[in-house]
């Protein structure tokens, strides 16, 4: 029992040593993602959904779907 007592106020101590600047300070919590990053926005780097987002605009403006007819079964023809 000892020796779980003592587990926990280590681990406690620890989760405080590790969270001293922002519950002591009043620190901000940094922000770590990459689109409030101006060195990475400088430099072109953006996050996976951005990626992918301007990707699949450049595909679809490739495929011009305004040009696409659909094609009606001989059945149908009258």
């Known amino acids: 029992m000892e020796v779980v007592l003592l587990s926990l106020a280590l681990v406690g101590l620890a989760v405080l040593l590790l969270a001293f600047n922002i519950v002591f300070r009043k620190k901000p919590f940094p922000n770590t993602h990459i689109s ?4 990475m926005r400088k430099l ?11 990707e699949q605009k450049k595909a679809r403006e490739e495929l011009k779907f305004k040009n696409l007819t659909i094609a009606v079964p001989e059945t149908d023809k009258k």
Do not use: W
């Open 44 to 54: 072109g780097i953006v996050c996976a959904k951005t990626m992918d987002r301007t």
């Open 36 to 39: 409030h990053n101006k060195n």
